[in-house]
């Protein structure tokens, strides 16, 4: 009934101009204005939403990119931008900038315009990238409803259901619609540039390169990214560091070929044994890496245990939710956990499973895995401390397949690809993009968002602070609920909408 | 230069009846009458099979299994048998006979009609039931080649390229072309009996209960199974037990869908580091399984281990062409290796990887595991080991999903499913069926072939043994390198002439 009511209060303009209205997503907002026009500007917005939307974005499709690129350019130049893409190794990195001449200030914002792959068999829509509109039934399934239900009355719990719905197309759609609004009262005192990267997926591999070559033309004051999900209760956060990433692919080997596990069960050696054995001795059965020296430097001081607390986690609803009883105890409390670098089993596969199981021995087992950096983690320390501990079982460990004489002389192998893909950030609230961040959030709800020290997550960021040297602090916009990464990726509506007006807030505060 | 040598032998009919001549697969041949009759019928042979592999019969289709059951009626009504399915649950079982009124005896012959599933992408050939022939070019490579090349002298080392070449179409098609051999000298003095499974590749799951149903039916005093491959070597063998199967799957729980290994790795259970905590603990780095009593009942005496050192291994060149170095500890020899249960991982699977993973906590990781059994065996009770190994690390074993309560309950689960699919099986050399089977070789050899104890893999036979209480022999008539259970599975033309000849030399045995 709540939702039902703050619906329709956002549809009554009678309401006095100084009380707070109830908003889509996170309770009150204060300001009014900002967000009735917000509201005003909605149909625009969904059309440019699912117009982004089906564009395909496999971040390992040239082709898609390409277009994908070209559509942000004329998006960002038709918004009175200069846009074009960054000459760079692989796929282009897409550039806007809009100057204004008597600006002091400069604000740098990143954006991400590719998406992980997607597997259609498992989407509960035929195309992925063909965004269709759901409203969730009484027993739980969602069903496809006409867009038609966005014209009217906006039920802000409908949702949007497509491949980077929420990462990061989402964002995107919601930073344009937010340029439009803020153009309506008069160009911005500072300048504002934008970079969207089209490799987030993969790593952004030559985004550090990229941003040392272009560095004169990114120089800027401060970072804002807008990424991510916010706080998981879905109230308005602002993160001041992410996690790095570096990712690890192990591979064991049997016989060349599979062979029939009766001829030769107890006799060829099971790459799926092996491979498990490594992966089962790197960690306690709660979750904790016991390779000795992974956590160094690393630990929760009473006084971070302090700020820490203040994030209203609910653990007992959260995993309620997730469908887990006991969490992994590298940390007391969720925050604390993220405060740790991780390291996590991603994929595994060997053989075949279910109905296309067969009885043989397999020729080889493949684990990916990924590696979460914090600021005290060097990725290559990590890496040579995972790859030492293999060698400490017996295997021989290369880099690449064993030859034939390989494979003849040494009992046990492993393939170990690994790539510290980017390092991990954290910025000051004080520094001007916290500042600005915080702020923005603050005078749209009234009150001081959710500060998180640092996010689970990675994006590509320490190079670009590391390089332009500035301050960062992230921003979501989407619900944290969306399936990210995985088949099924939303966007709730009632966060499209709302985001929007988070995002116009913050670039609304004076520099 | 050999294998041109045989073939030319095998045309030039000017040899003196009395000297063995050179044969196909396996050396020389003493009965070289019967053998030139099978080179006479190579043709018609090479056609039948190919009808025969042109029919799909992926165990779990039923459609497909429908319309090779009537293939398989007609070939044998037209050769005089009486034949139909026999009622029972699950996929038909086909049944053939020919009863000859002056009988003493009368044979059970076991043949197999499924085939495992495929996976298309990963063949060299368009379709897997579309059968091609294929020559090994220098560089290894296996290149179409005209069937035309079988109408003139024959190259023995062409293949045939189908799912179920060698298991178990190969054998079908020889038996079949047997039976028109052996009519053509009259009538056996036996009476016949054929029955033709089509669930072997699931487990037969319902030849127990047809053939305790059919008792009276399928009376005989002993059985032929012509089915699987003979010594590596390529030898001429009689194989007179076979290991029984079990199969387990195993699936261990994280979150209800994968979540972002970022925002939740170091707190989210990781179901695949459960499952490979659970299936490394289970054996040594060198295979031996470490749950106690596991190898309970068998030994190698120092009478069987003489007799199992007869078997001509070279394990030395087996190893080689297998790949790897170091065979698993359980026997000190092949042969002495499958006189015990195995314990196999034959599938692994959670998350995605290569080109497809993506940075998840996964919801779950399933493991598929066969055991191998041996006459000792009760495969409850290695089933029952197994689960209490699990339980001892701390989890909760059900054979479903996890219900909600369940995971807000305990804080490590493991669905385990399991199946005993049927028993192994041992035949003394002097029982009917072994002296049928190795008399009809050493007649067509000239030299006793090579008697295994046990075959490694496992054949649905123990029941009908159990049931019939009869003797059992197995004949194989396929080489061993023929990519069994695999993509690209084939069967060597030498092998599927020669395995004519050894079927018809067998049956030819007078009772």
């Given at each position: 009934m709540k939702k039902v009511i703050n619906t329709i209060l956002l549809w009554v303009?009678?309401?006095?101009?100084?009380l707070p209205i109830a908003a889509?997503?996170?309770?009150?907002?204060?300001d009014k204005d900002l967000y009735q026009q917000v509201i005003k500007q909605t149909p625009q917005a969904v059309q440019l939403y699912k117009n982004l939307l089906s564009l395909p974005n496999d971040t390992h499709n040239q082709e898609d990119i390409k277009k994908l690129s070209s559509w942000l350019i004329q998006a960002f130049n038709q918004r009175g931008f200069e846009s074009h893409t960054l000459e760079m190794s692989g796929s282009p990195l897409v550039y806007a900038e809009r100057i204004n001449p008597n600006a002091k200030k400069t604000v740098l914002v990143y954006l991400q315009a590719d998406g992980q792959p997607v597997?259609?068999?498992?989407?509960?829509?035929?195309?992925?990238?063909?965004p269709v509109l759901k409203k969730q039934q009484n027993d739980g399934r969602w069903q496809v409803v006409p867009w038609?239900?966005?014209?009217?009355?906006?039920?802000?719990?409908l949702r949007i259901f497509a491949?980077?719905?929420?990462?990061?197309k989402g964002p995107i759609a919601q930073f344009l619609v937010a340029l439009d609004l803020i153009q309506q009262q008069g160009p911005l005192n500072y300048n504002l540039k934008v970079i969207m990267d089209t490799e987030e997926e993969i790593g952004s591999p030559n985004l550090p390169t990229a941003i040392i070559r272009h560095k004169q033309k990114l120089k800027a004051d401060m970072l804002l990214i807008f990424d991510g999900p916010p706080h998981y209760s879905n109230q308005p956060t602002v993160t001041l560091g992410a996690r790095g990433i570096a990712t690890i692919q192990l591979t064991t080997y049997g016989p060349y070929k599979p062979q029939h596990s009766g001829h030769y069960g107890n006799y060829a050696p099971n790459p799926a044994l092996h491979l498990s054995q490594i992966l089962g001795s790197m960690?306690?059965?709660?979750?904790?890496?016991?390779?000795?020296?992974?956590?160094?430097?690393s630990t929760i001081s009473a006084d971070l245990k302090k700020l820490l607390s203040k994030?209203?986690?609910d653990e007992q609803q959260l995993k309620q939710k997730l469908g887990f009883s006991v969490h992994d105890?590298?940390?007391?409390?969720l925050q604390e956990s993220i405060q740790f670098p991780s390291l996590n089993i991603r994929g595994l596969q060997s053989g075949w499973v279910e109905q296309?199981?067969?009885?043989i021995v397999p020729d080889k087992a493949i684990a990916e895995i990924d590696i979460r950096l914090v600021k005290e983690s060097n990725p290559q320390r990590l890496i040579s401390l995972v790859k030492n501990h293999i060698e400490s079982l017996g295997y021989y460990v290369i880099d690449r397949e064993p030859t034939h004489k390989e494979r003849m002389t040494h009992p046990y192998i492993v393939t170990m690809k690994s790539r510290p893909v980017y390092g991990a950030f954290r910025s000051e609230p004080n520094s001007l993009a916290g500042n600005m961040a915080i702020q923005g959030l603050t005078k749209l709800y009234g009150e001081r968002p959710i500060v998180l020290?640092?996010?689970g997550g990675s994006i590509p960021i320490a190079p670009i602070i590391d390089t332009l040297e500035i301050p960062a602090a992230i921003v979501p916009s989407v619900?944290?609920?969306?399936?990210q990464h995985s088949p099924n990726e939303n966007l709730r509506v009632g966060n499209f909408i709302e985001g929007i007006a988070i995002i116009a807030s913050v670039l609304n505060q004076p520099l």
């Open positions: 303009s009678t309401l006095s101009s100084v889509y997503a996170s309770g009150v907002v204060y597997d259609p068999k498992a989407w509960q829509q035929p195309n992925p990238y063909q038609s239900y966005l014209t009217q009355s906006i039920d802000p719990d491949r980077s719905a929420a990462d990061s960690k306690s059965q709660d979750g904790r890496v016991l390779i000795p020296n992974f956590y160094e430097g994030v209203p986690d105890k590298v940390g007391n409390t296309q199981a067969r009885t020290r640092s996010g619900n944290a609920d969306n399936n």
